[in-house]
């Protein structure tokens, strides 16, 4: 039945089938690891040479699937070959023309295309940001962005520079393996690895870092966080990443460790083993701190959208702007704290759990194109309220100068008629003194007359 079932693939049957199952007591999220034995069978040995497959039969897809088992080891004491699973169906070694491996290696599914779209198409959307920003500045000198508007934009930056040697690590691996049975990482994807988990640690600090810096913003009001202490707390997640990084460095360089792993075609990264300690308990550190941050900032906000009586139009701006920085952060760590354990479940939630890690990293492109019209949108209503006040001020000064000019004119007219009635009222002044003095004289000279012919008289 098993020999022929697979008509998609070239791959056939070698061995015996092992079919597993277990009645679960517990919950059924429990993970699994079993230990699988095989011994190739004299009428199912290739004639060619082959490479031996730990596979399992997905009634799904009707085909010969590998994922959650490890590549066979052959145990030459016991002449078999070992491998381990962490699901439970009909499992059985199948093996594969040395010739066809690398067209069936190099297969890229439908996940790895869509997250290859997914994470350039944030990478560009990112760009796009930065491009309109440059272009903003250079077409509007006004419209420049000051410091505290660009910082929320650093939480997208990082995100972004993570997808770029994520990309970069995924076709380093793709294009340079060698072989399907190659499980040591090479020098070039063991350097790209390492940059990526810098990248992805100090992306998490650095969106901690703003929640925090958000936290105080706006919860602790008084006194207001400076931009300094943002800076500082950047400055401690960037060596804080770069210690925890060196950490695990080290760790890999003693072998005997078997901390990282070459999964062909797809990436290098931490084995097993070992991914709950460098992946795991990170990000479920750094996503319990952002959901306090998430709860406290937006209960403010909630209590001052309740009991504000007017809208402030940049607070309202300032709330969008958190809520996006906060959207962004939940979905990267959701997005993140599924990706390790893809590779532990069983294929169908495998496959599930893989599309939210794809589609959540697809997001944050969305995040940046939002975040930065809401900053835009900001800075468009602040250059509105600077040309406003600009536009009254100028019109004041003109109506003041025109009053001026205006009151100054009607001074010189009072000041030149209080001077024409002064010189009339001088005038008639000095003419009633002459008419008095006259009088004055006539009055004189009649009684000097009147005197003198009394005087005759006597």
């Known amino acids: 039945m098993y020999e022929t079932i697979d008509n998609t693939t070239n791959k056939s049957l070698a061995s015996s089938l092992i079919v597993g199952s277990v009645k679960r007591l517990g919950s059924p999220a429990n993970l699994l690891n079993i230990s699988l034995y095989f011994k190739v069978l004299p009428e199912y040995k290739p004639n060619v040479s082959a490479t031996y497959l730990c596979s399992f039969y997905d009634i799904n ?77 250079v077409s509007n000198p006004l419209m420049h962005f000051q410091a505290s508007n660009i910082l929320p934009l650093i939480s997208c930056a990082s995100t972004t520079i993570l997808f770029i040697f994520y990309i970069s690590l995924g ?28 990248f992805l640690i100090f992306m998490f600090c650095t969106k901690t870092s703003i929640g925090y810096f958000n936290y105080l913003r706006f919860v602790h009001l008084f006194p207001q966080p400076s931009l300094r202490r943002l800076f500082s707390l950047l400055i401690i997640s960037f060596f804080f990443s770069i210690t925890w990084v060196s950490f695990a460095a080290g760790f890999n360089s003693n072998s005997s460790f078997n901390i990282t792993q070459l999964y062909p075609y797809r990436l290098c990264w931490f084995t097993r083993d070992v991914v709950y300690y460098f992946m795991t308990i990170p990000i479920c550190i750094f996503l319990l701190a952002n959901f306090i941050t998430i709860f406290f900032v937006a209960k403010h906000i909630i209590n001052h959208v309740r009991n504000a009586t007017t809208v402030h139009q940049t607070y309202e701006r300032m709330k969008r702007c958190v809520l996006v920085l906060l959207s962004s952060c939940v979905t990267q760590g959701i997005g993140w704290l599924f990706g390790p354990f893809i590779s532990f479940v069983s294929p169908t939630a495998g496959e599930v759990l893989e599309w939210f890690f794809i589609v959540f990293n697809g997001l944050e492109g969305v995040w ?61 002044v000095r003419k009633e003194s002459v008419n008095v003095f006259d009088n004055l004289s006539d009055d004189i000279s009649i009684d000097l007359s009147v005197n003198e012919q009394v005087i005759s008289s006597l």
């Open 61 to 137: 897809s009707s085909r010969w699937d590998e994922t959650g088992c490890t590549n066979p080891h052959f145990n030459e004491t016991f002449d078999r070959y070992e491998c381990s699973c962490n699901h439970l169906t009909s499992f059985a070694l199948i093996w594969l023309p040395q010739s066809l491996l690398g067209s069936y290696g190099r297969a890229l599914r439908a996940a790895d295309i869509a997250s290859l779209v997914f994470q350039s198409m944030s990478v560009v959307c990112f760009l796009a940001t930065i491009i309109h920003a440059i272009y903003v500045r």
């Open 171 to 198: 076709m380093t691996v793709y294009t340079q393996t060698s072989s399907e049975k190659e499980t040591k990482c090479f020098l070039s994807s063991s350097v790209l690895m390492f940059v990526v988990y810098f």
């Open 368 to 428: 940046s194109i939002l975040l930065y019209f809401v900053i835009l949108s900001q800075r468009i209503d602040e250059q509105k309220r600077v040309t406003a006040a600009i536009e009254i001020t100028r019109s004041s000064s003109i109506r003041a100068r025109k009053y001026e000019k205006r009151f100054g004119e009607d001074d010189r007219r009072r000041s030149s008629a209080r001077i024409e009635e002064a010189e009339v009222v001088e005038r008639n």
